[in-house]
């Protein structure tokens, strides 16, 4: 017996309610509870119609994710919709919160929907690498067609009620408490006379030009295969009988269910929920957050500005001078009203958030009253220690201090004022208002409710916050120089930088790295370059061949010309031609014979790269878990989702063979490929990242 359905009865209706808190996931209990309890209706004298609710904050969230990667235990989801759909009493679906994946298809195998209005509903299983495999690609499309079901399913997006009415994905919108609300509805369908319905029984959609569609979705899924395999599956519904396509449908899950991918992205969705969970925070309250001092009103202090706003929270802005404070000015009302187009906001909110909770000033005093304070001032140590002495002469006792430093040594700056305990870094991304990751770093002697208080922030701000510790570039920057130096030394000996951007674009980077430098502006790498010269390892492989595009005045898309060339009003760029030529100097310069490497080989040094400097960012303690690393790198440095990120890239790969890639890179460079003592004592001890991981959690 489950009692993760229950069974009560109401006249001629009986009722299923699933409760498996926290959203009702289709485990196996739940799986063998609403058989048994639909069982228990059909048998139970008088019944007519059957409800089905959830208990809790959702109707039922889908399949239970934890179980993927196991073997399959009966009863499989499809048969249990496929006998709820059977059934010869009518079956009603009482939808609220969500209803997602298994959820949606089991309210899809009723007869009959209703939802409230806030109720969401949707196919999200091509973000875990699948499609739906419980009838949902044969069921959705005989409700609304291919094309929105092909679109439904191929986002993954979520559907608000109203629109869900819309579609035809459901029958009705009503409010009140859903059991209330479903028992209602079958009252008034025994009432009337109502049919079962069979979604199965209906036509299947009129055909579409498939092949067109499955080119266009795998081109926009960058390599992601389950959205356009998902294309397919709402093919057989429109080519095959309903059990056929059901059968057709469940091999494409089957087989989608062995991929890396399907691995990759269950990866990404714990380690997401995983990354603000440290021990060190548990029971820890954060401080106050509800007005918040921004320091330089640049790129990132006008976008930090805006995120902030846009939280609810106040915001006072200092800048140097009255032009450079007008620019601010400008700045955040230029992001909030992208905000106000979007639809994010309304003018009336606009004008609130620009008119009364922004104050731009130039006097530190009107930061008395702030409950925390974050510096984005030039990249330049004596600037900002000038600045942190401002703010310890005027925060209040408790006001939190932090960097938004890209690089610097946060406990240098901590140790430039009097109350090193309330400093941190907060690492935003440009465009701070956009990009979903936080680095918060934590210096020796920051306070855990300080920490607490920039999970807090980040929180509220709606990023992904990842704890990092203190080094040169915290985790994403210093990983992000190692990997950057790989390709610098694959272009050295024979790698075209065109060659390696499609590469890596085909391995699933949304941009070349290439061509990410060049939207970037090369006048920062060259002014990096400049800084780091004279502490250079006399071993260092650093390519200067783009230093001499920069020294004619070529910084990329801003001024037309970088590694490709930029025509006006055209999005990309087309290779430049100097390119070669300034690569073909050096070599020549260097004494370097260029080679020829494939594809392949330019993503494995790449990815090997990263995932060394990654191992030593991990076993410095300088990120806690190597998910804390995946996630830094899915969040604000693109890595494709399907690949989990860089960890369990390796993971994947299996360790051993990370390990001898990098040793056999290190016979021609020993200097760059060392590889990381964590790597070589995992794979000595026949350990794995996510070992690390779940003992972490454990
Ligand atoms: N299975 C198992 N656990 C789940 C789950 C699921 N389907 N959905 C959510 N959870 C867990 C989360 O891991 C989290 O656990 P934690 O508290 O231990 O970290 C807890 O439920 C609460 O989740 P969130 O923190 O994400 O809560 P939110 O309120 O922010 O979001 C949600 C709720 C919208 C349901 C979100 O969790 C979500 O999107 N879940 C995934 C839904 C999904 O992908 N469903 C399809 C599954 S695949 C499928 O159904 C296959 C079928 O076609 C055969
Ligand atoms: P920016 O040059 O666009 O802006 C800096 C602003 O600070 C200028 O408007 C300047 O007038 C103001 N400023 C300088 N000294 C000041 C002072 N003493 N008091 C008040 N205002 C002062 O620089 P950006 O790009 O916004 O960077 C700021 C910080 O953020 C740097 O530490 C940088 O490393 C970091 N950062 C930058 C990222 C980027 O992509 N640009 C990403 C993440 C961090």
Known sequence: MSDKVAYSRHGEIAVLRVQNPPVNALSQEVRAGLLEKLMQAEADEGVKAVVIVGEGRAFIAGADIKEFGKPPQEPWLPDVCNRIEASPLIVVASMHGVSLGGGLEVALSAHYRVAQPSARVGLPEVHLGLLPGAGGTQRLPRLTGAEKAIDVITTGRHIKAAAALELGIIDKVSEGDPEAVGLAYAQDLLDTGAERRPVSELP?????DWDATYDAVLKKGRGQISPAQAVRAVQASAEMPFDEGLKAERKMFMDLMQTDQRQGMIHAFFSERAVSNLPELKGVEPRALQSIGVIGGGTMGAGIATACLLAGMNVVLIEMSDDAAAAAKERIAGNLSGALKRGKISQEKYDKLLGVALEVSQNYDSLKDVDLVIEAVFEDMGVKKEVFGKLDAVCKPGCVLASNTSYLDVDEIAASTSRPEDVIGLHFFSPAHV??????????KTATDVTATGFALGKALGKV????????????????????????????????????????????????????????????????????????HPEERIPTYIDRLCEQGHFGQKTGEGYYIYEKGKRGGTPNPKIPELIKAEQ???????????????????????????????????AKRPLDVDMVLLFGYGFPRYWGGPMKWADIQGLPKVLEWIRS???????????????????????????LNKEASA
């Open 204 to 208: 299947g959609p009129d055909p579409i």
């Open 435 to 444: 990009m979903k990751l936080l680095e918060v770093v934590v210096a020796d």
């Open 465 to 536: 916050c990842v704890r990092a510790g203190v080094c040169d570039g915290f985790i994403g920057n210093r990983i992000l120089a190692h990997y950057r130096d790989a390709l610098g030394h694959l272009v050295l000996d024979g790698a075209s930088p065109f060659q390696i951007d499609s590469a890596l674009v085909d391995f699933g980077l949304a941009m070349g790295p290439h061509a990410v430098s060049d939207l970037a502006g090369l006048d920062i790498g060259w002014a990096t370059r400049k800084r780091k010269a004279p502490h250079r």
């Open 588 to 622: 020549e310069e260097l004494g370097i014979t260029p080679r020829d490497f494939s594809d392949e080989e330019i993503v494995r040094r790449y990815m090997c790269a990263m995932v060394n400097e990654a191992a030593k960012v991990v076993g410095e303690g300088i």
């Open 665 to 691: 890179y290190a016979e021609e460079d020993a200097w760059f490929w060392q590889p990381a003592p964590l790597l070589e004592k995992l794979v000595a001890e026949g350990r794995t990242f996510d070992d």
